[in-house]
């Protein structure tokens, strides 16, 4: 039935490459439950990524399969850790106050809550600031807030809602849902107002490539062999000496086209663009890798006497 479930969500989501690599983690997951074997483990994620390139090996390079998998990484090897350092700690024999054990249930979930959070913000920023140029700083913060709701109303609601769908019950519960998501757009909109810009620039793909072997090292041994990420962790923080920009950026469907104009004396730095509406949030992220403002963008009717 859980099966069944994740196959209708892998098609209302559009099977992009982070609801495959869900599914399919799912899907081993609950064969593992069923053959009474580990269900989350890294040999689980290991098979989906086998599989997602084996059907679309141009994922690779896409953001979604980067951030997706990094992300997954990071949490089974961030609780591996976690559990084991709590069953070293935990005391079996105890006998603990029902009130105190509840407590102790409550506070565990928002810690677990807070630290997927952090763990999976960590990771998937090495691929945000590669890709987009740009790190939030208070995103850590807006996540904290926003998936208790996220988690304890919106995705419950929504599920009830879809049972409740044929019925025609669903009238009563989509509204708490809308209202979740509202909360949650208000608490992403006050922390957006709240953070800086957190323009990085750009960085090479050296860089990018020692920054994932580090979280390769720390989120897969489990012996001594994790404090071998130092090295590549100091290799990526020594400064680097750029070479001169791009002077033209192409996107990746090769629909869009833009030439970076240096700055001159009398004016700032631009770009000339191939499309008369060019697409805001490529422009931006080319801006941004190359320190340019995105509102200076020549369009195809003046770039001629522009350039």
């Not at 709590?86 to 029902?98: E, G, R």
């Not at 009563?172 to 990085?200: E, K, N, W």
């Not at 590549?232 to 086209?257: G, K, N, T, W, Y």
Request: aromatic share 8%.
């Amino acid at each position: 039935a859980a099966l069944c479930v994740a196959s209708i969500n892998l098609l209302l989501a559009g099977a992009s490459v982070a609801t495959q690599r869900s599914f399919i983690m799912l899907t081993v997951m609950l064969l593992a439950l069923c053959a009474d074997r580990p269900a989350l483990t890294k040999r689980n994620l290991a098979i989906a990524a086998i599989i997602i390139v084996f059907i679309a090996p141009e994922a690779v390079v896409t953001p979604g399969f980067q951030m997706s998998f990094a992300a997954t990484l990071a949490l089974i090897g961030g609780y591996d850790v976690l559990n084991r350092k709590k069953s070293n700690l935990t005391d079996q024999n105890a006998v603990k106050h029902p009130i105190y054990s509840a407590t102790g249930a409550i506070w565990r979930i928002f810690l677990g809550l807070a630290a997927t959070a952090v763990i999976a913000g960590l990771a998937t920023s090495i691929f945000s600031i590669y890709h987009f140029h740009r790190i939030a700083p208070l995103s850590l913060f807006a996540n904290v807030a926003a998936m208790p709701i996220v988690t304890f109303v919106t995705m419950p609601s929504a599920l009830i809602a879809m049972v409740a769908l044929p019925f025609g019950l669903d009238g009563f519960i989509f509204p708490v849902m809308f209202y979740s998501i509202d909360l949650v757009i208000a608490i992403a909109d006050y922390f957006a107002s709240l953070s800086p810009p957190g323009r990085v620039g750009a960085i090479s793909v050296a860089r990018m490539l020692m920054l994932a072997v580090a979280l390769v090292l720390i989120c897969l041994p489990r012996t001594w062999i994790r404090y071998w990420s130092v090295i590549p962790l100091l290799i990526a923080m020594a400064p680097e000496f750029r070479e001169e920009p791009p002077i033209l950026h192409i996107s990746e469907d090769a629909r869009q086209v833009a030439i970076v104009k240096p700055a001159a004396e009398n004016r700032p730095a631009q770009i000339a663009v191939n499309r008369s509406r060019p697409n805001r949030f490529t422009i931006d992220q080319w801006a941004d890798a190359d320190a340019v403002d995105s509102a200076r963008f020549i369009k195809p009717n003046s770039a001629q006497e522009t350039l």
